[in-house]
């Protein structure tokens, strides 16, 4: 009795094991983004996390690398070193949004709200609908005085996410600032 090749035992083994199952399983940042955006979501927590893990994968090693190097010296506070591997990032895959949106956010952690404001340009020119860049945005335009469009970039990260609290406090803050500059 012949056996069968190996890789047809794996093959069998997979569709068996339901593996096709699992590769159909795998969501698109534009589901996420659409369940996101459901007003009854309970586990929006859960569905952010996997967006932003979702947002993370850039299709190469290099690039991942230098995002997961670039955002500890972020965490670290090694602005020096953040800023050298993000900046490789963004030249080594300059279509991929979050190295353009970790790099803002660097600028914004240094205080270089033009820079910042340039590479949100560039993350939402990739995705119109990262809430966190317009969300970023927001918070840099009210502590630069322009309350309007920060409530406009806020109202527009909470279009896109209208669960997160920190995004309702910021709309709330804003609103009452052009309130209360309106007596």
Known sequence: MRCAPPFLNVLVAAVICGIPAIAAAQVTADELLDRLGQPDLRNWNVVEQQLYTEWSRSGSATADYLLRVGRAALEAEDFDVAYNHLTALTDHAPEFAEGWNTRATLFFEMGRYGPAIADIQRTLALEPRHFG??????????????TENALAALRAAHAIHPHHPEIESAIDRVERQLDGRAL
């Open 133 to 146: 860049a317009l969300t970023g945005l927001g918070f840099m335009l009210e502590e630069m005085g322009d």
